[in-house]
């Protein structure tokens, strides 16, 4: 499946909207959204501070890009750059599970 970079944007901000609520504990047979969510504590254990502070305000906390910016003292434009890194981080990071989740999808059909 071929997505543009729109489209990746999207998916990612999904999850990352989703994550505080998955359990991330690693018990049983793990659903795709906990093995994702699970990839992605992963990453920010790993992501460098101002781009784990950007997820937290941003996806966590659900501020807008505006607050986000003024909390962080960066311009709007420069929030935008960060975004955009840090999205195709995790986006890296979590594609083999979401490739892999297309295939069973397609399976099942």
């Known amino acids: 499946m071929k997505t543009n970079a729109r489209e990746v944007d999207k998916l990612v901000e999904e999850h990352l909207k989703m994550y505080p609520y998955i359990s ?23 992501l460098p501070e101002k781009e784990v502070k950007f997820i937290n305000f941003r996806y966590i906390n659900g501020w807008t890009i505006v607050k986000v910016a003024q909390e962080m003292n960066y311009s ?19 594609s083999h599970l979401l490739h892999n989740e297309e295939k069973c999808e397609m399976k099942e059909y």
Do not use: F, H, N, P
Not at 25 to 44: F, K, M, P, Y
């Open 24 to 46: 991330k504990e690693r018990v049983g047979e793990l659903t795709i959204d906990q093995r994702i969510a699970i990839c992605i504590s992963e990453l920010l254990s790993i």
């Open 76 to 94: 709007q434009q420069m929030i935008y750059v960060i975004r955009k890194k840090v999205l195709m981080k995790i986006y890296l990071g979590i």
